[in-house]
T-cell receptor
Framework: AQKVTQAQTEISVVEKEDVTLDCVYE???????LFWYKQPPSGELVFLIR??????QNEISGRYSWNFQKSTSSFNFTITASQVVDSAVYFC??????????????FGEGTQLTVNP | DAGITQSPRHKVTETGTPVTLRCHQT?????MYWYRQDPGHGLRLIHY???????DKGEVSDGYSVSRSKTEDFLLTLESATSSQTSVYFC??????????FGQGTRLTVV
């Protein structure tokens, strides 16, 4: 069975600080996909990134960066120079490659990030 | 934004009554999903569909049924609502293992 663990339940930082959200996963498959979603206070789920298990290159998108390490089964998310608008719950998720399951996701419990002015 | 509409957005119902939530998409995606979100559990998969009339159970399917008679519609039914089914329900769509996009959510309260 697959599992995603986000050990940090809540993180509080001051604006402009860098913050890293941890994600550790378990899966028996060699082909799988990892995702991050953001849930702002308004409640919708916003897709941030998708990586496949064959691509371990780190990715940067503006102030966001992701560090994927298969050796430690981790897919961590860093926000550089955090802003108040980054305050949200962030979810890490995993899907395995099965023909009939599509993007059936297993989510972590989420990390509540609060960025204070 | 992906064309996903959930209805209703909010509902209060009494224990023991049947409830149906609707998810409608305009993207013609093959896969559709129902998740529930509860504090301390993140989101958990209830049921999903991989085509018209093709559905399967997820992690927390007890007490729920689904139907998909058209590509664009995926219905979630609580046959006899219980207080433990008070939750926020999200519908999602995807093409194969590509990124799933979520609806706005339905807040259901069972009293």
């Amino acid at each position: 069975a697959q599992k995603v663990t986000q050990a940090q339940t809540e993180i509080s930082v001051v604006e402009k600080e860098d913050v890293t959200l941890d994600c550790v996963y378990e899966t028996r498959d060699t082909t799988y996909y990892l995702f991050w979603y953001k849930q702002p206070p308004s409640g919708e789920l916003v897709f941030l990134i998708r990586r496949n298990s064959f691509d371990e290159q780190n990715e940067i998108s503006g102030r966001y960066s992701w560090n994927f390490q298969k050796s430690t089964s981790s897919f961590n998310f860093t926000i550089t120079a955090s802003q108040v608008v980054d305050s949200a719950v962030y979810f890490c998720a995993l899907s395995e490659r099965e023909e009939t399951s599509g993007s059936r996701l297993t989510f972590g419990e989420g990390t509540q990030l609060t960025v204070n002015p | 934004d992906a064309g996903i509409t959930q209805s209703p957005r909010h509902k209060v119902t009494e224990t023991g009554t049947p409830v149906t939530l609707r998810c409608h998409q305009t993207e013609n995606h093959r896969y559709m999903y129902w998740y529930r979100q509860d504090p301390g559990h993140g989101l958990r998969l209830i049921h999903y569909s991989y085509g018209v009339k093709d559905t399967d159970k997820g992690e927390v399917s007890d007490g729920y049924s689904v139907s998909r008679s058209k590509t664009e519609d995926f219905l979630l039914t609580l046959e006899s609502a219980t207080s433990s089914q008070t939750s926020v329900y999200f519908c999602a769509i995807s093409e194969r293992e590509r990124s799933a996009f979520f609806g706005q959510g339905t807040r259901l309260t069972v009293v």
